[in-house]
Structures are given as C-alpha cells and as structure tokens.
T-cell receptor
C-alpha cells in the first residue's frame, strides 16, 4: 500500500514564524503535491513537483515555497506565517503512467497537518 | 476539468449496498473519473478510478454509463466504518484535483 507520511498531525505556530511542513512517500512516486483544505473552499493546490528539484506553482502559491531535494521528500515552507494560513495541509503523491508526466495515476494523500497560526 | 454533481447526503443500512451517484455531463474523452472518501480529520482516501469500463477492486465497484455522463460508486456491504464524505472527481490532462462538496454517507446500524 502507498504510504504518505506527514511529519505532524497538529501544529501551532505564531505569526511571523517560518514554518516547515514535511512529507515523505515510500512508493518511489515522481509527483508530489501540497494542498490546503478549508471549509467551503475544498482542496486548493499550492505547489507540486514532478521531479527532484523541480517545482510548479499551483493556484495559491503566495506566501509559500517548497523544496524537493530527494525524490521521497517534499517540504512546504511558510516564509512568514500569517493567521490566514491557518488550515489543514495535505500532501499527496502519484506515479507516472506511460504517455507523459501528467499522469492519470491516482494521487494518494497523507493524513494532513492541522496548522494553527496565532 | 469537468464539473461533478453529487447528492449532499445519503443514508445506508449496515450490510446493504451503498450506491453513490455522480453526474459529470460535461466530461470529455480523455478525462477519468476518480472516487475518494474522507473521514473526519483524515486525508482523502483513494477508492477507485476508471475511464469508460466498469472497474472493481477490494473496496468498491465503479459503474460508468455508456455515454460517460454519470457514474455510480458501489460499496457492496456497507459497514459503520464506511461513514464518510465521498468525492467524485473528473480529471484529465492536468495535475490538479477539484474536490466538490461530495456526498455525506451515513451508515446506520
């Protein structure tokens, strides 16, 4: 079974802090994703990566950055945390099917990190 | 990506089949149908996906109509642990998932 592990289930930080959220997958997947989930807004894609050291902006990248130094690990960084970034953060990974990098293989999600910024 | 429409809630008796419908009338030829579920405070769990043929795995069956404008997820013998929000997603040619509001399934003892 695919396992996507997020480093923390719950995290409380203060405004202005630099926050690191870590995600590790054990299936040798090429693609990794960071989403945030808010009531009434569904899932919104922040960043994704289709290879080591590669990254692409999603729909709401402002205030975030990412790092992918190793294939299995994808980190989300809140450069200077704000209260508007209080949310559930979800990491996902997927493999690559034949035919190109935009894969129809399903994304597998971690259990999420519930981040509160005070 | 095509928009999907699902009923907001459904009840199902424990041990019975749960049939969750999804309408995706604007689906295009290269778009797949995916089903996920989310139990409170957990991440979405992948269930099944398909393009045009019916699919079955250890969790569920996916029935896609011949015109592909709708599909049904079937949980053959629902248990209390199947109580969750179920999302139907249509996606093709893009990385992004668009989760709608889903169907809140309640399995009753």
């Amino acid at each position: 079974d695919v396992k996507v592990t997020q480093s923390s289930r719950y995290l409380v930080k203060r405004t202005g802090e630099k926050v690191f959220l870590e995600c590790v997958q054990d299936m040798d997947h090429e693609n990794m994703f960071w989403y945030r989930q808010d009531p009434g807004l569904g899932l919104r894609l922040i960043y994704f990566s289709y290879d080591v050291k590669m990254k692409e902006k999603g729909d709401i990248p402002e205030g975030y950055s990412v790092s992918r130094e190793k294939k299995e690990r994808f980190s989300l960084i809140l450069e200077s945390a704000s209260t508007s970034q209080t949310s559930m953060y979800l990491c996902a990974s997927s493999g690559v099917a034949t035919g190109g990098p935009i894969s129809n293989q399903p994304q597998h999600f971690g259990d999420g990190t519930r981040l509160s910024i005070l | 990506d095509a928009k999907t429409t699902q009923p907001p809630s459904m009840d199902c008796a424990e041990g019975r089949a749960a049939n969750l419908p999804c309408n995706h009338s604007t689906i295009s030829g290269n778009e797949y149908v995916y089903w996920y579920r989310q139990i409170h405070s957990q991440g979405p769990q992948y269930i099944i996906h398909g393009l045009k043929n019916n699919e079955t795995n250890e969790m569920a069956s996916l029935i896609i109509t011949e015109d592909r404008k709708s599909s049904t997820l079937i949980l053959p013998h629902a248990t209390l642990r199947d109580t969750a929000v179920y999302y139907c997603i249509v996606r093709g040619g893009t990385y992004k998932y668009i989760f709608g509001t889903g169907t809140r399934l309640k399995v009753l003892a």
